[in-house]
């Protein structure tokens, strides 16, 4: 499974952005797909994640602001992200797994496969 990251920019607070992850290979629903993000001097963490039902999961400091979705057609998950803040500055990687039990969706070595990154800047 090889994956995309894109749509990632340099904005003001307060505007929004759409980050994609497109997949190629051998892809399926079965496939959990999240974000995480990495800051300049920080661990790499958790933002969102979309499991193989459906169901989306996100990190508290985003929760109400960013929303994930799936277009099984496209082979692509989008991550929308409303209301940001300079704080969500960081580089958006996207990353996806079939193997993964629910519990361990916010553990980024748990994933096998991951986009190249994508460069989110909110300025104030």
């Known amino acids: 499974v090889q994956l995309q990251a894109s749509g990632g920019g340099l904005v003001q607070a307060g505007d929004s952005l759409r980050l994609s992850c497109a997949a190629s290979g051998r892809t399926s629903n079965r496939y959990t797909v999240a974000w995480f993000r990495q800051a300049p001097g920080k661990d790499r963490e958790f933002v969102a994640a979309?499991?193989?039902?459906?169901?989306?999961y996100y990190a508290d400091s985003v929760k109400g602001r960013f929303a994930m979705s799936r277009d099984n057609a496209k082979n692509t998950v989008y991550l929308q992200m409303n209301s940001l803040k300079p704080e969500d500055t960081a580089i958006y990687y996207c990353a996806a797994d079939s193997r993964l039990i629910l519990s361990s969706i916010r553990l980024y070595e748990q994933y096998h496969y991951w986009g190249q990154g994508t460069q989110v800047t909110v300025s104030s």
């Open positions: 979309i499991w193989r039902s459906g169901n989306t």
